[in-house]
């Protein structure tokens, strides 16, 4: 029951801020004794998808969802994404690479998000959503995130969108990615892995997720939620490469 609380509250506060939650997840599940790291990251994804779909869908409610945004992003990271997702990797090589990505997003997350009058509307290029929808796409594929932890802060970097059109637009594109990591994966393996209680972590999700993504698009002001998930996001990180080590 500890395991099902912990992926409550994971996707009570990740949704709230537009995000899937599969890198903490995944950190979660670092912690269960003898379940190989291809069914982790595919029950993160799993996870994942549920948790952004109420993300989407409350912030489209809202009216901060604006789809044609997304196309160049979502154009090159869904084949990336799927590409990541067929490459095998070790234990080993994944708890570095995992670890050291979330270290990295967290701490880009930690710099200070533009105030919504500081930004215009959201708008991007098809040159930069090309190259950053084929990098963020590949990277979270390999290591079995939606990639919003990373596409935020570069966002942020380049003051493009206010701050709950970016959390609207990191549910889209976490979305996608999942789908297409999770789903590369099946082919890679060939069946669903086995080993955890999928019912009843999924039944956390749905509740954490719901409740999370209706305050963060109606309600809370995301950028201090982002603050405590950069937090969360660099201790898990560390817990990645303390298991690597």
Known sequence: MLLVAAFFCVALLYASAG???????LSVLSFVPGIHHDSLVLTAMVCNIIAVLFSAANYLRAGHLRPKSALPLLFASLPAAFLGGLFKTSHSLFCLVL???LIAAGLLMLVRFPHSDDVPPLC???RFGLAAGAGIGLLSGLVGIG???FLAPALAFKKNGRAKEVSA???LFILVNSMAGAAARLVRLHHIPAGLPFAWLVAAVVAGACLGSWA????VAPVWIRRAVAVIVICGGVNQLATFV
Request: glycine letters at 26%; aromatic letters at 18%.
């Open 124 to 126: 991007l290029t098809w």
């Open 169 to 171: 637009l990191c549910a």
């Open 19 to 25: 995000f899937g939650g599969a890198s903490l997840y």
């Open 216 to 219: 963060g698009a109606f309600i």
């Open 99 to 101: 670890g050291a990505s």
């Open 147 to 149: 990639g919003g932890v």
